[in-house]
């Protein structure tokens, strides 16, 4: 790790000025769970890192009239804890208890959660987003085992667990630099990169995400996760579902994939096919069939197609049950 | 690999650590103010030293900081780029957590911040400052081990023992917070440290009679 100046303002406008000024080339600090890293692995090199959490704007969980707002540097463990989450925004409960470390829930925040980098193995070694060696990406002919399955041309995954259940529940994002603020839609957020300029996520040079805001009354929401280990690792594929329901059967569906794209993948095609339709154990399965619709496994990945499926179907039957 | 930067945040274009850059300017304006001679730089430098003063910038060169360590206030010289685990294994002398991974993906670190367990190789030490810090050698008491470090004794619950002090201040840190436990909330309780050597059984067993001991243990 290369040796960086340390700065630890209490204002937003404080830390929206250091990240303008190119001198001090500043990367912000939340949770340090994955910037500690990439400093250490020289994939961040930055001059100067910009510590937030001490900036009190920044923090909490609460809910309020315009919905459920959580702070950038809100911590897994306090959306793990929090009532409202649990029983108003199961998907977002279940995305954040599948992260068991309680180091990790401790340490990692909702911000950080958004802004992680992808954790491909091969831009973890210096290939940058896209993978690529002699104008090539290394991931089709490569180790893709836990590559994409909607990629290219590029094939990592979306490392964010709350991303998928965010877009699903119709989340909003804001983003301050120090000329202002802006909202986008967690389903905007996440960009999948055509080249090497951005990761994967819409965040400007310069930016804060500041906070997260979950519109009230989303409907009936829930997130179902297939991991390898149960600890200590991503999913391997997961879905977040939310159903508006009437007289039981479904006005409107949202089923967003995650850990199989550069982005959490949002299905119109398992949207379309839920309305109208009540949920049992048949349109479940149909609904997931749908979802994966359009998928392009890798020579290692084609196991993820029936995960994602299949996680899709659990989501169902769990609000359905619910 | 060292060239590669953030694409979205990178605006300087130097490459780190060659030569002269902004960065290594920046260097010799964090703390010492007093260090700039050359003039074309006057303005930036004059612009930076304005942020630098409202922000509270420290650094890149070594800074004081006062570490609250198992209840004792410890001053100690470190660069913002410092670990809280190299911080307490090489400055002051509290080896027992341990660097495995060092990217806050085994648990070897664990040590307790206000009342949390945290991976002591993913914080800095400066972010540190302030917070109540427990590591595994405040934990035990009058020469007495922990009732924690008692029950991985009598569990056999260690191998070659590089992760257990770990998952002894993990472990303790889960009984602080859940002291009547089932064996499956251990098990997840416990989600944050690997032990190569498979030592779990043991482990979650040392878990369920040190629940017992330290006056819990009901669900057990
Ligand atoms: C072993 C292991 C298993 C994991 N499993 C999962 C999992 O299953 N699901 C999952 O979702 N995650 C998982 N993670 C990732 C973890 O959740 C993230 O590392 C964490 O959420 C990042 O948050 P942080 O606050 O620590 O971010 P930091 O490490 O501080 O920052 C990460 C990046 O985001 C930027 N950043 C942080 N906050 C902001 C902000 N507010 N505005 C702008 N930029 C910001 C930083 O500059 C940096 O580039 C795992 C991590 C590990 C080590
Ligand atoms: S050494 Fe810190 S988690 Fe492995
Ligand atoms: S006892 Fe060897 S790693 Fe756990």
Redesign the interface.
Known sequence: MDAFAYANPATLSEATALLASSLYDAQVLAGGTDLISLMKDYLLTPATVVNIKNIKELGGVAKGPGGLRIGATATFDELASSAVVKTEYPAIHAAVTGLTSPQLRNMGTAGGDLCQWPRCWYFRNGYGILAMKDGKSLVPGGENKYHGIFGGPAYFVSPSSLGPALIALGAKVTLANAAGKRTVDAAKFFVAPKDETTRGIDLQAGEILTEIVVPPAAGKNATYEIREREAMDWPLATASVCLKMSGGKVASAKVVLGHVGPVPVDSAKAAEFLAGKSIDEATAEQAGAAAVEGAKPLSQNGYKVQLAKVAVKRALLAVGKA | ??D?????????GET??KGFS??GF??GV?VSSGALTAGVLQN?AE??ET?NE????????E?PVTLTINGKAMKVSV???A?LLDTLRNKLDLTAAKRVC??????AC?VI?NG????A????A??AQGKQIQTLEGLSANGKPHPVSQAFVNNDAQQCGYCTPGFVV?TK??LDHNPNPTEEQV???L??N?CRCGTYMGIRKAALEAAKTMGGGKNA
């Open positions: 690999m060292k590669l930067k953030d694409p979205t945040q990178s605006t300087t780190p650590g902004r960065r920046l260097r964090g930036e612009a930076a942020v409202s922000a509270n910038v420290s650094g890149p060169g800074v660069e913002p780029r670990t060092d990217r806050g993906t085994c648990g664990t911040m949390k367990a945290v991976y190789c993913t914080v800095l400066i972010d993990a840190n889960f098990k997840q309780g989600g944050g690997l």
